[in-house]
C-alpha cells in the first residue's frame, strides 16, 4: 500500500523524537553517575569540604546548608499553599476571585530564578538585614519559597479537587461544620497529594541555583545559625566550575543532588499515578 | 433551640466566629502568590526602574557596557545583551520545539504503554535536573566538543542552543501532550473513519486541533529559555558584544545579573536590576502571549 509507505517516515520521525527524549536524560544521568558515583562515600557525605573544594574532602555543610533553605522555604510555603488550595477549592467556586489567583501563581512560577534571587537581595539580604543577617540560610530560604509556593498550591489544588464531593456532602450532612469537614475528611482523604505537592516544591528548592547565588552567601563552613551564610550544593557546584578548577568534586555533589531529584521524581510520579487511579475507583 | 444539649448547637455565634476567621486566614494564604508578585515588582522596579528613566532609551539601544569604576563613570548600553538573550532563545526554540512537539505527538498518539511508563518519568525527570547540573554537562562536555569542531572557546552560542533546547523540552512536551489528548475523540474517529492513515490523522486533525496548546506550550517554552540563567552562565562566554557567529561568545540578560551581582555596587546594582526589569516584561509579554494562544481552544 502505497500510503502506508508514505507513513514510515513520519512515523519514524515521531518514534525517534520520543526515544531521543529518554536518551538524553539517560546520557547526561549516566555521565554525571559514571563520574560521581565512585566518589560518593560515608566520609565524602560526612567532612566538611576543604577551603577551595579541593578533592578529598567532603560535602556535609553543603548537604546541611541545602536541606536548611529547603526546610525554611517548605516552612513558609507549605502552610500558604495548603491553606491556599483549601481555599480555593472549597470556599469558592469558578469566580473571579479563583481565576486571579491561579493566573497569579502561574506567572508567579514563570518568573526566572534569576529576578526572584534579585528581590530577594534587595529584599532579604538588603532591606531586612536586622532580622534575617544579611546573606544568610534565612534569606535564600525565604527567597526559595516564593518558587516552592506555586508548585505546591497547584498540586494541592488537584489534590483537594479529586476528592469526590459525595464526602463532603456526607460530612455536612451529618452535621460537621465546613471546618470539620475539610480537617476530618477532605485533607485525610488529598494527604497523599499534598504531599507530592510539597515534595515537587522541595525538589524546586534543592535544585535551585540562581537565587541562592544572590541571597545565600556561599559560606563553606557549617551553619549554627539560620542567620548564618551558607553554600548549598547548587551553588558549591558552580563555585567550583567557576572558581576552584576542581571538577572532582564537582561530579561527585552532581550525582548527590541527581539521586536526590530522580528519588523524588520517581516517590512524585509514582504517588501521583496511584492516587489518581485509587480516586478514579480503579 | 435553647434547650436542646447538643453542644454544637449551643452556641452558633461563637462557632459562626471562629468558621469565618478561619475562611479569612484561608483567604490570606490564597491570596499569597499575588502578594508575592506584587512584593517582586515593587522591590525590584524601585531599584531598576528610576535607573532606566535617568539612562533613557540609550540604556536598551546603546551597545556599549562598562560599568563605573573608581575611575570613570560607566557607559551603559545592553542592546548586544538583548540581542544575545533573543538569539539563544530562538535557536533553542527552532531546535527545541520539532522534538518536543514530535515527542508529545509520539506521547499521546503512538507509544505503546510500555514506553510511556518510561517517558512520562523521564520528562518530569528531566525538568527536575537542576539547572546548574545541565550548565556543568554542558561545560564538560558539549563545550569541549564544540571546540574540537570548530575551535575557539567552545563556550557559544551554540553551546547555549543545545543545552536550552533540551531544558525546554519538559515544558513543551508537557503542555502539548495535554492539548493533543484534549483534542475531542470524535475527531480522530471521524478522520479514521473517512479512510485517512494514522498519520494524516495526526497531521491534518490533531495537530491542528490542538494547535493553540502547542504554541502556547512553545511560547512558554521560551520564557523557560529566555529566563535561564545558570546553564547559560556556564557555557555563553559571557562576553558583551553581538556574536559574528554561532561559535562565537555571547552574553544573556541573566548571565550578565548573575555574573555582575556578585561585586556591582552603587549606579552598577541599580543597572543590574533594570535589566532585570527589561528581562520581566520580555517574561510578561511571553506569558500574556501564551495566555492568548490557549485561550483559543477547541471545544466539542
Known amino acids: 500500500m502505497p500510503a502506508k509507505r508514505r507513513e514510515l517516515l513520519p512515523m519514524a520521525l515521531l518514534w525517534g523524537a520520543g526515544i531521543a527524549t529518554i536518551l538524553i536524560l539517560v546520557i547526561i544521568l549516566a555521565y554525571i553517575l559514571a563520574h560521581g558515583l565512585p566518589l560518593i562515600s560515608w566520609h565524602f557525605l560526612t567532612t566538611n569540604p576543604g577551603v577551595r573544594g579541593q578533592q578529598g574532602t567532603g560535602i556535609y555543610s553543603t548537604i546541611v546548608a541545602t536541606l536548611a533553605v529547603t526546610g525554611v522555604a517548605l516552612l513558609i510555603a507549605a502552610p500558604l499553599s495548603v491553606g491556599g488550595a483549601i481555599y480555593l477549592n472549597e470556599y469558592t467556586r469558578e469566580t473571579l476571585l479563583r481565576k486571579v489567583i491561579r493566573q497569579a501563581a502561574e506567572v508567579l512560577a514563570g518568573i526566572p530564578s534569576i529576578i526572584i534571587g534579585l528581590f530577594g537581595f534587595i529584599f532579604f539580604v538588603i532591606y531586612l538585614l536586622p532580622y534575617t543577617g544579611g546573606w544568610s540560610v534565612i534569606s535564600g530560604g525565604l527567597t526559595l519559597a516564593f518558587m516552592v509556593l506555586p508548585i505546591s498550591l497547584r498540586v494541592s489544588e488537584e489534590a483537594l479537587k479529586a476528592v469526590p464531593a459525595e464526602l463532603r456532602e456526607g460530612s455536612l450532612g451529618l452535621g460537621a461544620t465546613k471546618w470539620q469537614s475539610i480537617t476530618t475528611v477532605v485533607l485525610p482523604t ?46 558549591y557546584i558552580y563555585n567550583i566550575l567557576t572558581e576552584y578548577n576542581d571538577t572532582t568534586t564537582a561530579y561527585g555533589t552532581a550525582a548527590v543532588l541527581i539521586i536526590a531529584i530522580l528519588a523524588i521524581t520517581f516517590i512524585t510520579d509514582w504517588q501521583m499515578n496511584r492516587y489518581t487511579r485509587k480516586l478514579k475507583g480503579l | 433551640m435553647a434547650t436542646t444539649p447538643d453542644k454544637t448547637l449551643q452556641r452558633p455565634k461563637a462557632r459562626e466566629a471562629s468558621e469565618r476567621l478561619i475562611q479569612i486566614i484561608l483567604l490570606l494564604c490564597a491570596i499569597s502568590s499575588i502578594f508575592a508578585i506584587f512584593l517582586i515588582i515593587i522591590f525590584v522596579f524601585s531599584q531598576g526602574v528610576p535607573f532606566l528613566i535617568e539612562a533613557g532609551p540609550s540604556f536598551l539601544t546603546g551597545s556599549v557596557w562598562l560599568p563605573a569604576d573608581s575611575f570613570a563613570a560607566g557607559v551603559w548600553g545592553i542592546f548586544p545583551i538583548i540581542v544575545g538573550s533573543l538569539l539563544v532563545t530562538v535557536g533553542a526554540i527552532a531546535i527545541g520545539a520539532p522534538l518536543g512537539i514530535a515527542c508529545a505527538v509520539f506521547l499521546a498518539e503512538i507509544a505503546p504503554p510500555a514506553i510511556r511508563r518510561v517517558l512520562i518519568p523521564s520528562v518530569s525527570a528531566l525538568a527536575g535536573v537542576p539547572s546548574v547540573v545541565y550548565g556543568f554537562f554542558a561545560l564538560l562536555v558539549i563545550v569541549p566538543w564544540i571546540r574540537g569542531q570548530f575551535g575557539g572557546f567552545g563556550t557559544s552560542v551554540l553551546a547555549c542552543w543545545i543545552i536550552l533546547s533540551i531544558m525546554i523540552l519538559p515544558t513543551i512536551i508537557s503542555i502539548s501532550t495535554d492539548s493533543v489528548r484534549a483534542v475531542p475523540k470524535e475527531y480522530k474517529e471521524g478522520s479514521l473513519a473517512m479512510g485517512a492513515t494514522r498519520w494524516q490523522t495526526i497531521r491534518s486533525v490533531l495537530i491542528p486541533a490542538a494547535s493553540s496548546g502547542i504554541v502556547a506550550s512553545v511560547i512558554l517554552g521560551m520564557g523557560r529559555a529566555i529566563g535561564e540563567t545558570m546553564a547559560v552562565l556556564l557555557v555563553a562566554g559571557n562576553s558583551v558584544t553581538i556574536p559574528v557567529s554561532v561559535v562565537a561568545p555571547v552574553s544573556t540578560l541573566t548571565a550578565t545579573i548573575a555574573l555582575e551581582m556578585n561585586y556591582a555596587t552603587g549606579a552598577h546594582q541599580q543597572a543590574l536590576f533594570a535589566i532585570g526589569v527589561v528581562l520581566f516584561a520580555f517574561i510578561l509579554v511571553l506569558t500574556g502571549l501564551a495566555n492568548v494562544a490557549s485561550r483559543r481552544r477547541v471545544t466539542a
Not at chain 1, 499534598?194 to 534543592?206: Q, W
Not at chain 1, 559560606?219 to 553554600?231: M, Q, T, V
Open chain 1, 190 to 235: 488529598a494527604l497523599p497529594g499534598i504531599v507530592t505537592g510539597l515534595i515537587l516544591g522541595a525538589g524546586r528548592a534543592i535544585g535551585e541555583t540562581a537565587a541562592i547565588l544572590l541571597t545565600a552567601g556561599g559560606a563553606l563552613g557549617l551553619i549554627h545559625s539560620l542567620r548564618d551564610p551558607c553554600c548549598p550544593m547548587t551553588l
